[in-house]
C-alpha cells in the first residue's frame, strides 16, 4: 500500500499549514480558525486509524481553502481508501502549490506517494477544437477548455464530453491503470451537422487512443436476427427433412421397389410415398436456404462493424434522408428491416 507522512503531525514542530497572505478581517479570522481546527481533527482521526472520518474532515477544510498541505494530507486517507483518482488529483495540486519553505525530504516524499498513485490510474490529456467548452468525464465537471492539469480516471471506460453553445462533442474511453490517453473532442463547423459520439479504442501495450465514429446498432440487431431465424430455419427444416427420410424409408419398405409401378402396392400408399418424397425435396432446400441466410447474417456484423468508413461517408450517411427496406423469408417465417 502507498503510505507516505506528509504533513500536519509528521512535520514537528509546527503545525503543516498553510497561512493565507490577505489582509486580516473578520470572516478570514473565522475561516482560518476554522480551517486550523479542521485540520487539526482530520489529522488526530488518520492517526487514531479513522481514514474515512478524516477524510470527510479534511474535505471541509478543502472546501474552505485548497492548499497543498491539506491537499496532501486529504491524499493520505484516500490513499488508505484507495480511492486513488482523488489522491492523484490532491496530490497533483500538492505538489504544484508546494511551499518553499518545506523541506526537500517532504517534497521528494510527495513525489514518491504520487508515482505510485499513478500507476492506479490513467490519465486523459484532453484537448478540444473550440476554447471555452465546459469539459466533463461521466458528467462530472471538469472545468473550461483548454484544461491546464491532467486528468486522472480510475481504470475502465469513461465517457468524455464538452458542451458548448448548446452542442455537444463526446468520447468513450476504454483505459488502464498506469497509461495516458490522448483524447480529441471536435465540434463541427457552424454549417455542418453536429458529429456523433466518437469512440476512443485502446492500445494497453502504448496506450494509444484511436477515435472512430460510432456506429449504428440498428444494422447489427437487423443482422443478428437474421443469423438467428437462418439458424433456427436450418435447424427446424434439418428435423422435419430427416422425419420425411425416414418415413419415406418406411413407405419404400411397404410398397417394395417395383410395388408402385406393377400395381402391386396399395394407390394409397404409393400417394403417400410421393408426398414424403416432395416434402423432403423442400424441407432439404428450405435447410439449405437457412444456411446461407444465417451465413450472411454472421458475416454481414463484422464487416459491417469494422470496415473502415471515410469522414465524408459517415457524414453523408447521417445527414441524407435514405433509408433502405428489407424483408428475408424463410417458409413462413419473415425478418423485415430498416437501416
Given at each position: 500500500?502507498?503510505?507516505?507522512?506528509?504533513?500536519?503531525?509528521?512535520?514537528?514542530?509546527?503545525?503543516?499549514?498553510?497561512?493565507?497572505?490577505?489582509?486580516?478581517?473578520?470572516?478570514?479570522?473565522?475561516?482560518?480558525?476554522?480551517?486550523?481546527?479542521?485540520?487539526?481533527?482530520?489529522v488526530k482521526a488518520f492517526d487514531a486509524g479513522k481514514n474515512e472520518e478524516a477524510v470527510q474532515i479534511l474535505s471541509e477544510a478543502w472546501a474552505i481553502r485548497q492548499t497543498y498541505d491539506v491537499g496532501a494530507m486529504l491524499a493520505q486517507g484516500e490513499i488508505r481508501l484507495k480511492r486513488y483518482r482523488d489522491a492523484a488529483e490532491h496530490l497533483e495540486f500538492a505538489l504544484s502549490h508546494f511551499a518553499p519553505v518545506e523541506s526537500e525530504q517532504t517534497l521528494e516524499q510527495m513525489r514518491t506517494a504520487f508515482a505510485e498513485v499513478k500507476a492506479h490510474v490513467a490519465i486523459l490529456k484532453?484537448?478540444?477544437?473550440?476554447?471555452?467548452?465546459?469539459?466533463?468525464?461521466?458528467?462530472?465537471?471538469?472545468?473550461?477548455?483548454?484544461?491546464?492539469?491532467?486528468?486522472?480516471?480510475?481504470?475502465?471506460?469513461?465517457?468524455?464530453?464538452a458542451q458548448s453553445n448548446g452542442e455537444s462533442a463526446s468520447a468513450v474511453a476504454n483505459v488502464d491503470a498506469g497509461n495516458e490517453y490522448p483524447v480529441e473532442l471536435r465540434f463541427?463547423?457552424?454549417?455542418?451537422?453536429?458529429?456523433?459520439?466518437?469512440?476512443?479504442?485502446?492500445?494497453?501495450?502504448?496506450?494509444?487512443?484511436?477515435?472512430?465514429?460510432?456506429?449504428?446498432?440498428?444494422?447489427v440487431i437487423i443482422a443478428g436476427t437474421v443469423a438467428a431465424v437462418g439458424?433456427?430455419?436450418?435447424?427446424?427444416?434439418?428435423?422435419?427433412?430427416?422425419?420425411?427420410?425416414?418415413?419415406?424409408?418406411?413407405?419404400?419398405?411397404?410398397?417394395?421397389?417395383t410395388g408402385c409401378t406393377d400395381g402391386t402396392a396399395a394407390p394409397a400408399d404409393c400417394s403417400a410415398?410421393?408426398?414424403?418424397?416432395?416434402?423432403?425435396?423442400?424441407?432439404?432446400?428450405?435447410?439449405?436456404?437457412?444456411?446461407?441466410?444465417?451465413?450472411?447474417?454472421?458475416?454481414?456484423?463484422?464487416?459491417?462493424?469494422?470496415?473502415?468508413?471515410?469522414?465524408?461517408?459517415?457524414?453523408?450517411?447521417?445527414?441524407?434522408g435514405f433509408r433502405v427496406r428489407g424483408a428475408v423469408g424463410i417458409g413462413n417465417i419473415s425478418v423485415f428491416g430498416e437501416f
Open positions: 500500500m502507498v503510505s507516505v507522512a506528509l504533513c500536519g503531525a509528521y512535520l514537528a514542530p509546527r503545525v503543516c499549514l498553510a497561512e493565507t497572505s490577505a489582509a486580516p478581517n473578520a470572516t478570514a479570522t473565522d475561516d482560518n480558525a476554522r480551517l486550523q481546527a479542521l485540520f487539526r481533527k482530520g484532453i484537448s478540444v477544437n473550440r476554447p471555452g467548452s465546459e469539459i466533463q468525464v461521466d458528467g462530472r465537471v471538469l472545468g473550461v477548455a483548454p484544461l491546464t492539469v491532467p486528468q486522472f480516471v480510475d481504470p475502465g471506460v469513461h465517457t468524455i464530453q463541427a463547423a457552424a454549417s455542418a451537422p453536429v458529429p456523433a459520439p466518437a469512440v476512443v479504442s485502446t492500445n494497453t501495450a502504448s496506450g494509444a487512443a484511436d477515435i472512430a465514429h460510432q456506429r449504428s446498432l440498428v444494422p439458424t433456427a430455419g436450418l435447424i427446424g427444416f434439418s428435423l422435419a427433412a430427416s422425419s420425411d427420410a425416414e418415413t419415406l424409408a418406411q413407405l419404400k419398405d411397404k410398397n417394395g421397389t410415398q410421393l408426398d414424403a418424397a416432395h416434402r423432403h425435396d423442400k424441407h432439404q432446400n428450405l435447410a439449405v436456404a437457412s444456411a446461407i441466410i444465417g451465413a450472411v447474417g454472421v458475416v454481414a456484423i463484422p464487416i459491417y462493424w469494422f470496415w473502415p468508413r471515410s469522414e465524408h461517408a459517415t457524414e453523408a450517411t447521417r445527414s441524407s
